[in-house]
């Protein structure tokens, strides 16, 4: 069976490892990033239009005082995943987007008048272009960062169960995680595990770190789904 390794941390890592499975592949979980929350100062919310998200980390380590306020309030989500951890935090007005940001800030912007106020759950670590989608718009947009995405230190003994037998490929959530994931590929004594490894990531930009390491053995899913990065890992071999 193809060995997959997957650096994304928790709680998606276990999720990724059992759709792996299901698909056909064994996976290897080494998340190469953690996951952090951070101190939500408190934000009047009485004149806000909607909520936006677009990872659903940033719902997950909301605060229940947030959550609370912002129960009712229509809440825009990126797509299925992160529309269903906001259900499961208890939100009750939860409109599901097209799967990615650009696509959020179009359907976002039919929606909203200019001049509305948006507050956009967020991580600390993230791209401008949701923002400026919003703003380009006459949308306000007020990010309310809910956690940080920080590198973990992976020791020679965390590398036990990696080191059995070479890589078919290895998943690539975000940047930090290329970033990290090419300095563990060039390490002496890992080096040989990642000889025709092939690196599927979720975005060219995702991938961009790793790319001289993985130089012509790099996949991009058509979608920034996990679907669509277990169907370009299932079609590169």
Not at 78 to 99: F, M
Not at 112 to 123: E, F, Q, W
Not at 147 to 164: F, H, I, K, Q
Not at 197 to 219: D, K, M, N, Q, Y
């Amino acid at each position: 069976m193809r060995r997959v390794l997957v650096t994304r941390p928790e709680p998606g890592a276990s999720a990724t490892a059992q759709a792996l499975r299901s698909a056909g592949f064994d996976p290897v979980v080494l998340p190469l990033t953690e996951i952090r929350p951070l101190s939500v100062p408190e934000a009047g919310l009485s004149a806000v239009d909607a909520i936006a998200l677009t990872s659903a980390n940033a719902i997950r380590h909301a605060p229940d005082r947030l959550l609370a306020a912002i129960r009712t309030i229509p809440l825009h989500a990126v797509g299925a995943t992160s529309a269903q951890a906001a259900r499961d935090a208890g939100l009750a007005n939860v409109i599901a987007g097209p799967g990615d940001a650009a696509g959020l800030a179009s359907a976002m912007g039919e929606t909203l008048a200019p001049g509305s106020t948006v507050v956009y759950l967020c991580g600390k670590v993230r791209k401008p272009d949701f923002e400026l989608g919003l703003r380009g718009r006459g949308i306000r947009v007020i990010p309310v960062e809910t956690y940080d995405t920080v590198p973990m230190v992976v020791a020679d003994g965390d590398l036990n169960r990696v080191e059995s037998e070479k890589l078919f490929a290895v998943l690539v959530h975000s940047a930090r995680a290329a970033k990290a994931l090419a300095a563990l590929a060039t390490r002496p004594a890992m080096a040989h595990l990642f000889e025709g490894t092939h690196l599927v990531a979720i975005s060219r930009r995702a991938a961009a770190p790793a790319e001289a390491v993985f130089a012509g053995r790099i996949v991009v899913a058509r979608q920034p789904t996990e679907a669509a990065m277990i169907e370009a890992l299932a079609a590169s071999g």
